[in-house]
Each structure stands twice: as C-alpha cells, then as structure tokens.
C-alpha cells in the first residue's frame, strides 16, 4: 500500500474529523501517502480528491461535521457506479481506502474491497446500529446533546404541569431514545424494536402519574415511531393535560465531539491504517467485549442487533 483515499459517507456524526485526522497521521507516519475524497462516494465519482498532509487536519479535533463533508450516494448502489469507484481509485493511485459511516456506506466499501481496492470501514454514526460494534463514533455526543436539550424541555414541562413528548433521532433503532429513557428518568420511553405500544397504556401511565402528583411527564419517542404532534394532540385530547411535541432533529447531529467520540474516534481511525499497511481488505473496525478489533464487512452486514432488553427493564422500573 502506497497511497490512502479516506472518505465520510452517508449522515454526518461528531467525531468524523477526529477519525480523519487519526487517518491522515497515522498513514503520514508511516511513510504512506493520503488522499481525501469530498462528499463520500459522490466526490469519488467526480473526482473531488485532495492530497491530505498533517497540517490539513491540525485544529480539527475538536470539531463536528465533516472537513471532507458527506453525502448518500444512489448511484454507488449500482454496480455501473461501484466500476466507475474503483477506477477513479486507480487513476489516482489510491490503493487503500478508509471508508466512514454507517451500514449503507459499509455496503459501498465491501463493493470496492470486491473490484480490488482494499478497503476498511470504521462506524461512524449517531444510530449505534451497527451489529458488529458496541460503540460507533458520535453516538456518545448525540446522547449528550439529546440529553441536554431533553432536561431543558423538561423544565418548561414541569413549570406548566404539561406532557411532553420529544422525538429523538435514531433512523430505525432506538438507542438514543432507550438512553435518553433511562438518563432523563422518562415516564415512558417508545422504541421501534418494541413497538408494541399502546396509546391506552400511555394515557393511563399519565392519568396515574398525575395521581401520584408527577408535575410533568415525558414521553421519549424514537424517530422510527414518529408521528409525535398527532399523538400529543390525542393525548392531550383523552387526558385533558396539556401536551406538546418537540422533535430534536438534527441538532442531534452537531457539536464538539465528546472526550468519549474523539478517543474512540482517533484509535478506530489508526486501527483502520494499520489493517490496511497489513495488507488486509473488506474489513470493519469495532469495539467489541472491551476492545478494538475487525471483522469481515460481508459478516459484519449479515449481524443483527437487538436492544439490552435489561436496560430497557430498568428505564421503566426506575420511571415510577
Ligand atoms: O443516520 C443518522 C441519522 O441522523 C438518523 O438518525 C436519521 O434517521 C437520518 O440520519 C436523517 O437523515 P438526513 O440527515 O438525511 O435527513
């Protein structure tokens, strides 16, 4: 391996830069060579390649977004497009790539690893929905983030005796809003992967709180339900207390990376160097049981990851 290309794909996560920089350095010292690709698959496509040296990525550490910026790419989902990667790659010279993000750009990575570019990819997103993984990089800012702007609502909630129901991201899975659940002391707390709620169930919780003399109750709602106006409007309609709908949106998204996201961020960066300085391809970075590891990206897609059904236990047996 002589020369690098580094790229950021799909939604942007605070850390991606402390990812980048791991990247760059650590191939710098080794002796290799780095080229960026602005807006992931689609600047590799258009060619939007920079050379990359150490100071290029001085004082970007401690930023959100991506310097390399981000984008979905349609056209990388077909093999017209994966081709034409490929042999953007070569033009260039690049012959090891460290793709970051999330499954969907994992999927673009096991295509050019498969057209003979070696490729490693490191999880970069806010979701915590890749399986091989227990930790992805931005997770911990987003929660924070969540975290915080949940307790400001909370106290608004609680000065006007209201209910509050806050939609926090999360796509399809709902680890932010299971976290925000248990950090926020919640009263209810609904994920997708159990969506078997009942708005009854939820109508009586609040009916019952009021009871027992709770000032406010908050309803965390994981975007994969959504629909958290209509719901506040037929909660309110049923119980006769005031309820209101925030949905945090992409605020979630940026931000100064945690300690947390930086650390994690700047050793999956390097771990992804060194696989490829050994001659390894179709790999993933992850953290898994307590360590840094890789596995294989066509295993590593097949996973599956299901929520700590304990975790979910303890965020309602603490929101009594
Ligand atoms: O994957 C990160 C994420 O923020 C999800 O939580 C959310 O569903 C999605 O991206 C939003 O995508 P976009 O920024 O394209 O609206």
Redesign the pocket.
Known sequence: IKTIGVLTS??D?PGMNAAIRAVVRRAVSLGLKVKGIRKGYNGLLNEEIIDMTARDVSDTISRGGTILYTA?CAEFREEEGQRLGAEVCRKHGIDGMVVIG?DGSFAGAQKLAGLGINTIGVPG???L?IACTDYTIGFDT?VNTAMDAIDKVRDTASSHERCSIIEV?????GY?ALWCGIANGAEDVLLPENYDYDEQKLINNLINNRKRGKKHHIIINA??IGHSVSMARRIEAATGVETRATILG?M??GGSPTCRDRVYASIMGSYAVDLLAAGKTNRVVAYKGGKYTDFDIDEALAMQKHLDEYEYKVSKALSV
């Open positions: 799909g939604g996560a979905r999330g997103t806010i979701d929905d987003a991201m999360g796509r399809n899975a932010i975007e994969g992409h979630q998204r």
